[in-house]
């Protein structure tokens, strides 16, 4: 009777534990939860599994390496917030799987993406035939940004990204990057390290700009 008792106290105080790091690791959709999030989540839930079966430990050894995950995971979030470079390195970066209404094969495969992926996330995002769709974007969470032909293709799309040029979609508008400086200059934009993100409406040919810690 009381292994069962410490067995539901230390499932009780694991409970509230875990409720409360969750808490602190922010609110996200598991969808976009980057890998750093999900390797975390998933030893945390291995070593309250172990804590709660292993009555004769205590509940501090049990937490002690739950609180260290948090704390590594807090700096590599916040390594990951102030260097893209550490950012694309740990959770990678988007992939166009279908540019301007043709197929990226090669993209697919280097990603270990087959069509029955794509067709499977069509699908499920109300598309029902390639052919409708322009521009297709595995995201870094493994969604997929559907722009349907419909739609005009992507209306405004990102070229600078916290101070770094998206050479990608650079390639999707068909642009230079002497263009995108040049351009940035005419509106008194010269230090692109200083832009946190900036977009180009392919309509009206306009640029959203938003400078870094902009008050």
């Known amino acids: 009777m009381e292994e069962y008792a410490s067995i539901i106290i230390r499932t009780l105080v694991l409970y509230l534990v875990i409720l409360t790091i969750f808490r602190i690791m922010g609110k996200r959709e598991i969808a976009e939860l980057s890998l750093l999030d999900l390797v975390v989540f998933l030893m945390i839930a291995e070593m309250a599994a172990i804590a709660i079966e292993k009555t004769d430990q205590t509940l501090f050894k049990s937490i002690l390496p739950m609180i260290l995950l948090v704390a590594v995971q807090y700096l590599l979030a916040f390594l990951s917030m102030k260097s893209r470079r550490f950012r694309l390195v740990v959770d990678g970066k988007p992939s166009i799987i279908i540019n301007k209404g043709k197929i990226n094969e090669h993209e697919m495969r280097k990603?270990?993406?087959?069509?029955?992926?794509?067709?499977?996330?069509?699908?499920?995002?109300?598309?029902?035939?390639?052919?409708?769709?322009?521009?297709?974007?595995?995201?870094?969470?493994?969604?997929?940004?559907?722009?349907?032909?419909?739609?005009?293709?992507?209306?405004?799309?990102?070229?600078?990204?916290?101070?770094?040029?998206?050479?990608?979609?650079?390639?999707?508008?068909?642009?230079?990057?002497?263009?995108?400086?040049?351009?940035?200059?005419?509106?008194?934009?010269?230090n692109l390290s200083a832009i946190s993100y900036c977009s180009f409406n392919r309509n009206n040919h306009k640029f959203y700009i938003d400078l870094k810690d902009e008050k």
């Open 111 to 190: 990603q270990r993406y087959n069509f029955d992926d794509l067709l499977l996330q069509l699908r499920q995002d109300g598309v029902g035939d390639i052919a409708d769709v322009e521009y297709a974007i595995l995201e870094t969470s493994g969604q997929l940004s559907i722009f349907k032909k419909s739609e005009q293709a992507v209306v405004s799309v990102t070229l600078i990204l916290d101070g770094s040029i998206e050479y990608q979609n650079l390639e999707v508008v068909g642009k230079s990057e002497k263009w995108l400086r040049d351009k940035l200059a005419e509106q008194g934009y010269n």
